[in-house]
């Protein structure tokens, strides 16, 4: 079981908007500035596409967003796109010991 | 261009260890921290130590404490994890990733990531 809770799937058509949430604690996502997004198709490593809650790292479209409410991030995808498909996965700080925590992925498929 | 080229997929007996490579290229070795990260089938990814390539101190989480060592041989810009005590739950995809930050302290995201390696246990 994985320490953060992401939905399973998530879909949306070419040009919608989605979003992913990642619901943690008060210990990690609702106390530190440290929450990343990645992306990975079928197959491949993971990609950062947010970091530090809403950043961008360079080469990242900016359709791809950002946010945090309490213990609970969001992924937001706008504009979707075929080449958007993968599963997504977000991470938090979560003390010295255990580094990061990862959620459980949500797979986005477009329709 | 930064790359991360591990070794390739591993076949152990439950009980037995394994040892996984990362060879890095494209930035200064010594300058960033280097992670693993293992992700089981269907699974998200799960965080296992960090090494400072510098000065070979390690982290480890305390699931894998006692069972996991990482290594580095600055010579060849190349870090490596060991698994002992394998189990079939050890069965997954070994990730070598690299930490963001470059001034010797921690982004806590990853920015560049090895191929991955498959380790499957079974007997």
């Known amino acids: 079981q994985s320490a953060l809770t992401q939905p399973p799937s998530v879909s949306g058509s070419p040009g919608q908007s989605v979003t992913i949430s990642c619901t943690g604690t008060?210990?990690?996502?609702?106390?530190?500035?440290?929450v990343s997004w990645y992306q990975q198709p079928p197959g491949t490593a993971p990609k950062v596409m947010i970091y530090e809650v809403s950043n961008r790292p360079s080469g990242v479209p900016d359709r791809f967003s950002g946010s945090r409410s309490g213990n609970t991030a969001s992924l937001t995808i706008s504009g979707l796109q075929a080449e958007d498909e993968a599963d997504y996965y977000c991470s938090s700080y979560a003390s010295s010991s255990t580094f990061v925590v990862f959620g459980g992925g949500t797979k986005l498929s477009v329709l | 261009q930064v790359q991360l080229v591990q070794s390739g997929a591993e076949v152990r007996k439950p009980g037995a260890s394994v040892k996984v490579s990362c060879k890095a290229s494209?930035?200064?070795?010594?300058?960033?921290?280097l992670h693993w990260v293992r992700q089981a089938p269907g699974q998200g990814p799960e965080w296992m130590a960090w090494i400072n390539p510098n000065s070979g101190g390690t982290n480890y989480a305390q699931k894998f404490q006692g069972r996991v060592t990482m290594t580095r041989d600055t010579s060849i810009s190349t870090a490596y994890m060991e698994l002992s005590g394998l189990r079939s739950d050890d069965t997954a995809v070994y990730y070598c990733?690299?930490?963001?930050?470059?001034?010797?302290?921690?982004?806590?995201?990853?920015?560049?990531w090895g191929q991955g390696t498959l380790v499957t246990v079974s007997s």
């Open positions: 990733a690299r930490d963001a930050d470059d001034y010797g302290d921690f982004s806590y995201y990853f920015d560049y």
């Open positions: 494209g930035y200064t070795f010594t300058a960033y921290y």
């Open positions: 008060s210990s990690d996502v609702g106390s530190y500035n440290r």
